[in-house]
């Protein structure tokens, strides 16, 4: 008899079936509403709830696009089904040109000019 561990395997066997990044928590919706975000919209994407965190960010976001005399918008995404089912777990996150450059911290203004840099080469 396991008593440890069970709820482990449950969540494992969830996961496998769902073949999803997320556990099975989004669905086909949330999935289907993730990728159109993907796809259409801003180049560049702020993921987060409206935390000051995700406010930080899309700022620093702003000020790194215009030090660069780039005019691209940027979309907050505020769904947690559509941030979910993007493969982001934790926000405040950076997508550039349908790219996750970044999870799960504020980037600063430099640290945003990079990544930009990198994706667009």
Known sequence: MRLFGKKKDEKEMVKEQSGCCCGGNCNEESVEAAKE?????????????????????????????????????????????????????????????????SMGKVLSKDDVIKALKKVRG
């Open 37 to 101: 975000t993907l796809s259409s919209g801003a180049n560049v994407k702020v993921l987060g709830g409206g935390c000051d965190k995700c406010n930080a960010l899309e700022k620093n976001v702003k000020e790194a696009l215009s030090e660069l005399g780039m005019t691209d918008e940027i979309d907050h995404v505020t769904d947690f089904g559509q941030i979910a089912a993007m493969g982001v777990m934790s926000t405040p996150a950076l997508v550039i040109d349908n790219k996750v450059v």
